[in-house]
């Protein structure tokens, strides 16, 4: 469920992600509460409310520490400017790689997340005047190699001065 509501905020869909937020939030267990503000926290990463969706991914966090949760947080705190909190958070996402690998607790491998890391990693370290950032984005292309129409990997490649 967490899968289908993160990808109906991304499509925009509220009401039907809503919804499976509040059918996860009623559940007693930590995981799906966990997962209910994520979905909640994606729907205002992609209405533009920064600090609201990182509030919603921190909330998620008290709940349950998850590297998704984590790489979320990062994400909102990029938008909102918080070029520090977002490298730490992402740091955090690269030093426990091995748990990001099973990123919803269901123990499925999900290795499809780990390159973004290192896109958003640059762009903090940009954010923050490092020149670490054009090696973090030289990473993430290395790791989507089959991806040339890939928005990012276009971008990553300005960024960091490779064609």
Request: with cysteine; proline share 4%; aromatic share 6%.
């Amino acid at each position: 469920m967490l899968s289908a509501g993160r990808t109906l905020a991304a499509a925009g869909e509220e009401k039907r992600a809503r919804q499976l937020a509040t059918s996860l939030a009623s559940q007693i267990e930590p995981e799906p509460r966990s997962f209910a503000k994520l979905v909640e926290g994606e729907m205002l990463l992609h209405r533009g409310d920064y600090r609201e969706a990182a509030a919603r991914f921190r909330e998620a966090g008290e709940i349950l520490d998850t590297c998704l949760g984590r790489y979320l947080l990062s994400r909102a705190c990029l938008e909102a400017g918080a070029f520090a909190e977002t490298h730490a958070k992402l740091e955090i996402c690269l030093k426990r790689r091995g748990e990001g690998m099973v990123m919803v607790l269901d123990d499925v491998p999900s290795y499809h997340v780990l390159p973004p890391v290192y896109y958003y990693l640059g762009r903090a370290q940009e954010g923050l005047g490092s020149a670490a950032a054009a090696e973090s984005y030289r990473r993430f292309v290395e790791l989507r190699p089959q991806a040339d129409d890939d928005p990012l990997v276009l971008d990553a490649r300005m960024r960091s001065g490779a064609n």
